[in-house]
């Protein structure tokens, strides 16, 4: 087998695109309306009907394009510009808070429940002595 003919292989980018978004052969399956051993048939085909490959490509929320182009080197270029969050980003995702203030807050109400919950249990001490 040639690096050209494996790389072309549709049903084996199925399978890498299922994989990376954490999907079963049955999970997909369930999307199409059909059966594992019918994913599993689609994953180990060179190629796919132009029908089929729409179907594929909706149940896993990609396009057919995606599909077509996909590469395990175009991936791994993708998520390692995920990993460069020098200016306070990650990807488009920018974090607008403090993370360390939502622990201090966090911690402020854990606090504030501890003492409200003493002062029940001084109010129930205080009933039950009395």
Do not use: W
Request: one cysteine or more; charged letters at 30%.
């Amino acid at each position: 087998m040639t690096t050209s003919a494996k790389s072309n292989h549709i049903g084996r980018k199925i399978s890498r695109i299922r994989e990376l978004k954490d999907m079963k052969q049955e999970a997909l399956a369930l999307a199409m309306g059909t059966n594992q051993q019918a994913i599993s048939i689609i994953e180990n085909s060179d190629t796919i009907d132009d029908e089929k490959l729409k179907e594929v490509a909706r149940a896993l929320g990609v396009s057919v394009e995606a599909i077509e182009n996909f590469t395990d080197e175009g991936m791994v270029n993708y998520f390692n510009t995920f990993n460069d969050n020098s200016t306070g980003t990650v990807g488009n995702y920018h974090c607008n808070f403090n993370p360390l203030d939502k622990v201090v807050e966090l911690y402020e109400r854990l606090v504030q429940t501890e003492r409200e919950k003493n002062v029940f249990m001084e109010k129930l001490l205080k009933e039950k002595k009395e």
